[in-house]
């Protein structure tokens, strides 16, 4: 069992940029494949960025490419997305999930076994 624990989201202005953390309890957090993703109202939730094991491999949706970056510490067991630049477009819930699939990188939901509570990002015009 891996609990995963989001923060970072807020209330911010367009152009303003939110560092998101996500802290799993995992023993061996470095054997997961981590991914994030978001849900805003009446819409699905979609993959946002993804990252290897290791760290030396990521993965953007296209909305988010140049944007957001995504990083991990596996001796804190955390993954982060820094979003810099957002857009009111950006507005949602935002999730982290960790596999502890084959893959180097995950971008289907179905494929992700475990899910964080998820933290709210609201971006104004």
């Known amino acids: 069992q891996v609990l995963l624990v989001e923060s970072g989201g807020g209330l911010v202005r367009t152009g303003d940029s939110l560092r998101l953390s996500c802290v799993a309890s995992?023993?061996?957090?470095?054997?997961?494949?981590i991914g994030w993703f978001r849900q805003a109202p009446g819409k699905e939730r979609e993959f946002v960025a993804g990252?290897?094991?290791?760290?030396?491999?990521?993965a953007y949706a296209d909305s988010v490419k140049g944007r957001f970056t995504i990083s991990r510490d596996n001796a804190k067991n955390t993954v982060y997305v820094q979003m810099n630049n957002l857009k009111p477009e950006d507005t949602a819930v935002y999730y982290c999930a960790a596999t502890s699939t084959w893959r180097t990188i995950v971008r289907v939901r179905g494929e992700f076994n475990y899910w964080g509570q998820g933290t709210q990002v609201t971006v104004s015009s």
């Open positions: 990252i290897s094991r290791n760290g030396d491999s990521t």
């Open positions: 995992a023993r061996t957090f470095s054997n997961y494949v």
